[in-house]
């Protein structure tokens, strides 16, 4: 039979992109989920041409989502097997001006959030003794610039609750991975950077001109490695953190923004 997604943050981005892969790659169906509900309808329009797509339209930071979104996802096909989280919030904040609001914001949405995600959906997945969890991580979650302070710790906590529900829910037949991501091009990294950095509309390609492909990341780049992991030929994989990233923690690099030969 074939799958069903669950996927936040997929009105953009990787959460789109992934979403098309797995149509395209025969899944029944997947459910989008996103605060944003015109781009959200505007994605799923472009995603029913090639299947079946559900969204719901809500806030991760509300407790009462995760349990919304694996009713809604169970309502409509009667099974998850795939949950894949995702959505995160960027929002700088470092921890000189880090304030209490900010610091929940962003603790509820890129930690709490999908903490009760994979709870609600392992559970339903346990029953079925099958499915695959992948949380969006990041690379800041071994440490970065001063500004993404918060962010990064909200990452790292993220990180060591994947390898606790691999173990958890390994002999229910669910598997778990995280992807720290590297920097990627999306629709939200390009406004963050136009927008909060003032970087000039062709950034991307002064950046990834740096970089060792010559590119950025995409979102069919982690389209990619999602599919695989949700594939047979990762079923000997479980709770695998992957460095998505071309340059290897702790080396030596050429970095725009740190100057020729200083370390990342």
Sequence with gaps: MSRVAL????????????????LADGFAGVVLLDRNADRL??????????GRVETLVADLRDDATPQRAIDLTMAKFGRI???????????????????????????????????????????????????????VTSMIAYGGPPNLAIYSATKAALVTLTKHAAQTYAWQGVRTFAINLGWALTEGEQALQTGFHSMPKDWSKMIGARMPSGRLITPDDIADLCAYLVSPSAAMMNGAVIDFEQIPVGMFREHPALGPENPA
């Design 81 to 135: 097997d795939v949950l894949f989280n995702a959505a995160g919030d960027t929002s700088r904040c470092g921890i000189d001006d880090a304030t209490p609001a900010k610091f929940d914001q962003l603790l509820e949405v890129n930690v709490k959030a999908p903490l009760f995600m994979m709870q609600q959906a392992a559970a339903r997945m346990a029953k079925a003794r099958s499915g695959v969890i992948i949380n």
């Design 7 to 22: 996927i936040t943050g997929g009105a953009q981005g990787i959460g789109a992109g992934t979403a098309r892969r797995f």
């Design 41 to 50: 309808e505007q994605e799923a329009a472009a995603l029913r041409k090639i």
